[in-house]
């Protein structure tokens, strides 16, 4: 006589009770006895005893989206944020370079008569509200921009950087072999070969920095020097322009004078050389290579 069969085909004794692995099964396709009561899930799906409290993970969040406990009282910790999180120090001074400032105010960071293409006319620019200085360091201050969209209306944050502006010079020496220099980076960790130049004081002309800079790097002084381009570094973060100066009959004439912790190596490079580094990538300093690059396209002019 042919033994009845579960669901699974395999035979059992007909007294026996049904077997477990033919027990009535959840959504999730997994077997349970049939007395049990049905397991709470929360949304994702994921089996949670009902006797547990709410996960922190699903707590109410503020706007950065770290969470919140519920029963602390207002703190430094709890201090209202920006839409990205950062927390401002109420005791910062104001940044020099982070004045409230209106973008009409600005001038164009390169002068020229070339006219840039008109934008497109579903494009509006955003209005500018204020600045709200997050934090400082000795090179920049980090900003809470708030600007109102032309889109929907609403007042935006921004994160941007405030940094002051940068100089940097192309000085090439009667052979024309161009004045660099190689130095220690801290944010690659590496070497970089750089043209010389550094920050612009507050109320210093940008060339004028350059030649400093060039001085005080290399100990090399030129008669004269002009403006060969201002760039901006980064638009989505600075609001500043880096200028790279152009300069001939470059001479040796004074001892380096570093800051403190500045370190240099003073290379004269010929021209070709300095192609070749431009080609080859040994130029890795992004502003630098877009203002060799520049000097290279336009060197007829100085040589």
């Not at 669901?7 to 026996?16: E, F, N």
């Not at 949304?43 to 009902?50: D, H, L, T």
């Not at 490079?269 to 300093?285: I, S, Y």
Request: charged content about 25%; glycine content about 6%; proline content about 14%.
């Amino acid at each position: 006589m042919t033994k009845p069969r579960d669901r699974s085909g395999s035979r059992r004794p007909a007294d026996l009770p049904p077997s477990p692995e033919a027990a009535p099964r959840d959504r999730s396709g997994s077997r349970k006895p049939a007395g049990l009561p049905p397991t709470p899930r929360d949304r994702s799906g994921s089996r949670k005893p009902a006797d547990l409290p709410p996960s922190p993970e699903a707590e109410p969040r503020a706007l950065s989206g770290s969470p919140t406990p519920a029963g602390l009282p207002p703190s430094q910790g709890a201090a209202p944020r920006y839409r990205r999180g950062s927390r401002k120090p109420a005791d910062l001074p104001p940044s020099p370079w982070a004045e409230p400032r209106e973008p009409s105010d600005r001038q164009p960071l390169s002068p020229g008569t070339a006219e840039p293409p008109a934008p497109d006319a579903r494009i509006l620019p955003w209005k500018w509200i204020l600045d709200e200085d997050v934090f400082a360091t000795p090179v920049y201050t980090a900003v809470n921009r708030r600007v109102l969209s032309p889109k929907d209306g609403q007042v935006k944050t921004f994160s941007v950087l405030d940094a002051p502006s940068w100089a940097n010079i192309i000085a090439l020496d009667r052979e024309s072999r161009v004045v660099m220099v190689n130095q220690y980076r801290h944010g690659s960790r590496d070497f970089s070969l750089e043209l010389p130049g550094g920050v612009v004081g507050p109320d210093e002309n940008p060339v004028d920095a350059a030649v400093r800079e060039l001085l005080e790097e290399t100990g090399f002084t030129v008669g004269s020097a002009e403006e060969l381009i201002t760039l901006n570094p980064n638009p989505a973060l600075f609001g500043n322009g880096i200028t790279t100066a152009v300069a001939t009959n470059a001479v040796k004439t004074a001892k380096t004078s570093f800051d403190e912790n500045e370190e240099a190596e003073c290379l004269l490079m010929p021209l070709e050389k300095l192609e070749r580094a431009f080609r080859e990538g040994a130029v890795t300093h992004a502003l630098m290579l877009a203002a060799i690059g520049y000097f290279l396209a336009v060197k007829d002019k100085f040589i």
